[in-house]
């Protein structure tokens, strides 16, 4: 089995002008696992952990964007439905 663990990679923060971490880049190459070192369902525990994380990350942004999109585009609305098809759209000139 091939895998990814905190010993096959590196991670690295990234900075704003004013020194805050504001993401961090990580980078990692496959290794060999066997079942009995218990990696691969860590592994598998750590990824799922972190796409959770992403998709939490994705909602809050796309939450936010609608909720002030009015004001960031002079007037411009998206309205969409649970599962994230268009319901309407338009603003002004529409």
Known sequence: MLGVDQNSGRATDHHDHAGNVVGRRVSATRRGHRISDGLTDRTTQLAGDGVRAIATA?????????ANLRQLTNGFVLNLDSNGNILSMGGIGS
Do not use: M, N, Y
Request: aromatic share 0%.
């Open 58 to 66: 994705v909602d809050s942004v796309i939450t936010d964007t609608l």
